[in-house]
């Protein structure tokens, strides 16, 4: 069986045809590489390739021109009947699904890791917030919430419930005309902006066992103190039990434990 090749003028891709489907007549045929059209006519005849197996020898260098073999790709494309014949679709490339998928999970990767930076910068400001209205309104907060005054103090800062705190007094034993006497200095400071009255100040005397000994109260003078103020005083008690060895203090309104 024999059949006929044809050449396109344009690009020098060949292809094989069946001379029963060419028939006689010119006719209009299609490139299916480069779409060119051109009018073809009396094609040369060839002999079909032989079925059985050849040795197959080592490959020559690529020929060029009009020496180049038939296009195994394009056997199968058959001469068109005319020039509407349809072309053959390029297929895609290998691979370009699964690149067009890495790229989609990349951006969503990406949009996911934008998401998280921007809800930890949002939890970040809203700490950052709160830590700074905390600190311009801690008195305020100790004074509604008294409890709070303990998560101050873990951060270092000492706010107390009323906006008023008694220094550490400093306690000391004298004598006066021959007489022992316990002489006890220190001072109030208020912790808040605006003007505080100072409640009575509790003091008391403890053996070696905690045991209250002596209990009194000291009333600050003048009874006012005013916005981030300090008021000192000082109170002293003659002929002091025997056995005290330290010394409590507290504001009689708290009716929290004394401090010392």
């Known amino acids: 069986m024999s059949g006929f090749v044809l050449s396109c003028p ?8 069946d001379p029963k489907s060419f028939g006689t007549r010119r006719r209009s045929v299609r490139c299916a590489r480069c779409g060119a059209t051109w009018d073809a006519s009396a094609p040369m005849p060839v002999d079909t390739l032989a079925s059985r197996p050849v040795p197959v020898p080592a490959p020559p260098e690529p020929p060029s021109g009009d020496d180049a073999p038939l296009d195994t790709a394009h ?17 895609a490339t290998v691979g370009a699904d699964a690149m067009m998928r890495d790229r989609a999970d990349r951006e969503k990767l990406a949009r996911r890791m934008r998401t998280i930076r921007i809800i930890w910068a949002a939890a970040l ?34 706010v107390r419930a009323g906006g008023l705190d008694i220094e550490p007094p400093e306690a ?46 000291v ?11 300090a008021l000192e005083f000082r109170t002293e008690i ?18 929290g434990a004394p401090q010392g």
């Not at 006066?176 to 001072?187: C, E, F, H, K, T």
């Open 125 to 158: 400001v809203l700490v950052a917030l709160a830590a700074i209205i905390a600190w311009f309104n801690r008195q305020a907060i100790v004074n509604r919430i008294p409890q709070m005054a303990s998560v101050y103090r873990m951060v270092g800062v000492e």
């Open 75 to 91: 056997e199968a494309e058959a001469v068109s009947p005319g020039p509407d014949a349809p072309l053959m679709r390029p297929t």
């Open 219 to 229: 009333e600050t003078q003048p009874a006012r103190i005013d916005g981030r103020g």
């Open 238 to 255: 003659v002929d002091p039990p025997d056995g005290a060895v330290s010394l409590r203090y507290r504001f009689s309104k708290d009716g």
């Open 172 to 217: 000391r034993t004298v004598l006066v005309d021959g007489a022992p006497v316990i002489r006890v200095d220190s001072r109030v400071r208020n912790l808040t902006r605006s003007e505080q009255a100072v409640p009575l100040i509790e003091l008391s005397l403890h053996d070696v066992d905690g045991q209250g000994l002596l209990q009194w109260f």
């Open 10 to 17: 344009e690009c020098g891709t060949r292809y094989k045809t």
